[in-house]
């Protein structure tokens, strides 16, 4: 097959199709259905802690903790990886070796129960490990495809074909759970269950079923000709000691990943403990009520985050995307304080419609704008592998002072009052960026 040329709609079509293909998992595994599965195992078995590693802790905060090392694996091993990438020129070998592994280990959770927990905690930590691992080639592959002026529009595009394709199978899902004798499931709370059980297979079927439209027509990679030897192996670190001293030639750059890390890291944490705080700290009626208004807070998210991404590309377009950030950060300052008092399922609803609006957009901008201060280079991976190792150290400190606040205090509220802290200094981090830097 001929190669398609950068700039195609065919080839933009085909980088962005895999957004609708993967965030099936960051929506029914990392945000919605897992997350109430999680929690119910524990209500069914009558217990608060379980048993780690000769302790016992609470669910919330080992859940904090298992993604807190997942997010760590990922930041040490995706330069290493993309190294080898940029050496061999075969990144696309790379995605699909962490789309296949997130795939695998969502089926494999399945299985998961609070008797057998390491190897339930196993098949959660790759499933993570494998969505954001593939995310880093599938994010440097941007600027390989779209020219600049086209980024922001196919950026945002990506991630509302996402929200688009993960809301279709979490509304599949839903109905399954909710009525599971139409599935052939029984009736009552262990059928619900299995039916959750079962979701978890049909994102990992998905998920590699979709992949395979992107994956036929996204470039191989720059080949080099090279083969991997022992030295390469370091190849990655290096090239991230290389990009980190470009920083000093690039002050713009520099301004900008400091904001960006600071915010990313609250704005990761927000997404990936919000149904937990939902299922903790909101007065839901019962557990059929909690179900639904969980699910459904997330589908207010899903598809008011397609508004907010497109609102927010066209905002760039008119404002600047610096300004946009600035703004958008602003935001999240007032929804951390809100939910710091949000306690009845209509509060929690409204507050999940703002969540929505800038958490598609924040993403979406902050790929993008980073893309366009990079400077003149075809190692695209490496700087992109930059800035996935940022925001992953990011989320990995998230994670583990929201969990550890957590923990000592017994309550979610005080971790995302903790998290005004970050966006607050992401906003004074931002204004410190050059507005005129942009290409």
Request: hydrophobic share 50%; aromatic share 16%; proline share 2%.
């Amino acid at each position: 097959m001929a190669q398609l040329v950068k700039g195609s709609k065919k080839l933009l079509n085909a980088w962005a199709f895999y957004d609708w293909a993967n965030s099936v998992y960051s929506l029914v595994i990392a945000s919605a259905v897992f997350p109430i599965y999680y929690q119910a195992l524990f209500n069914v078995a009558n217990v608060e802690t379980v048993n780690v590693f000769g302790g016992a802790i609470r669910s919330t905060p080992l859940i904090s903790y298992t993604t807190a090392a997942a997010f760590l694996m990922v930041s040490i091993i995706s330069p290493l990886l993309s190294g080898i990438a940029d050496y061999v020129g075969n990144k696309k070998v790379f995605m699909k070796f962490f789309c296949y592994l997130g795939a695998v280990s969502c089926i494999g959770l399945y299985f998961f129960d609070l008797d057998r927990i390491y190897i339930s905690l196993t098949c959660y930590f790759f499933g993570l490990v494998g969505f954001w691992g593939s995310l880093v080639f599938y994010n440097s592959y941007l600027p390989d495809v779209a020219y600049n002026e086209q980024q922001d529009r196919i950026s945002a595009k990506g991630y509302s074909m996402g929200y688009i394709g993960s809301v279709l199978l979490l509304i599949f899902n839903l109905v399954m759970v909710m009525m599971p004798q139409y599935f052939g499931l029984g009736e009552g709370d262990a059928a619900s269950m299995k039916a959750m059980r079962i979701s978890f297979i049909t994102v990992g079927v998905w998920w590699i079923a979709f992949s395979q439209y992107s994956f036929y027509h996204l470039p191989k990679g720059v080949s080099s000709g090279h083969k991997v030897t022992r030295r390469v192996l370091l190849n990655g670190f290096r090239e991230l000691r290389n990009v980190y001293r470009s920083l000093s030639e690039n002050s713009t750059l520099k301004r900008y990943l400091a904001a960006f890390f600071v915010y990313s890291m609250a704005v990761q944490t927000v997404m990936l403990v919000a149904t937990y705080f939902g299922e903790q700290e909101i007065a839901w009626g019962g557990n059929d009520e909690k179900t639904i208004g969980l699910i459904s807070s997330i589908l207010i998210i899903q598809l008011v985050a397609v508004i907010g991404a497109t609102l927010t590309s066209r905002a760039s377009e008119k404002f600047g995307n610096i300004v946009t950030l600035v703004v958008i950060n602003i935001i999240w300052v007032g929804i951390c304080i809100v939910a710091y008092f949000v306690e009845t399922p209509v509060q929690f609803y409204a507050t999940a419609g703002v969540v929505g609006l800038v958490m598609g957009g924040i993403q979406a901008l902050s790929r993008s704008t980073y893309s366009k201060f990079l400077p003149e280079t075809k190692d695209t991976t490496s700087y992109f592998s930059f800035y996935d190792v940022a925001e992953k150290i990011g989320i990995v400190i998230g994670m583990v002072i929201y969990g550890f606040i957590d923990h000592i205090t017994g309550s979610m509220r005080n971790s995302v009052l903790f998290l005004v802290v970050f966006f607050i200094i992401g906003v004074i981090l931002l204004l410190r960026v050059p507005r005129k830097s942009m290409k």
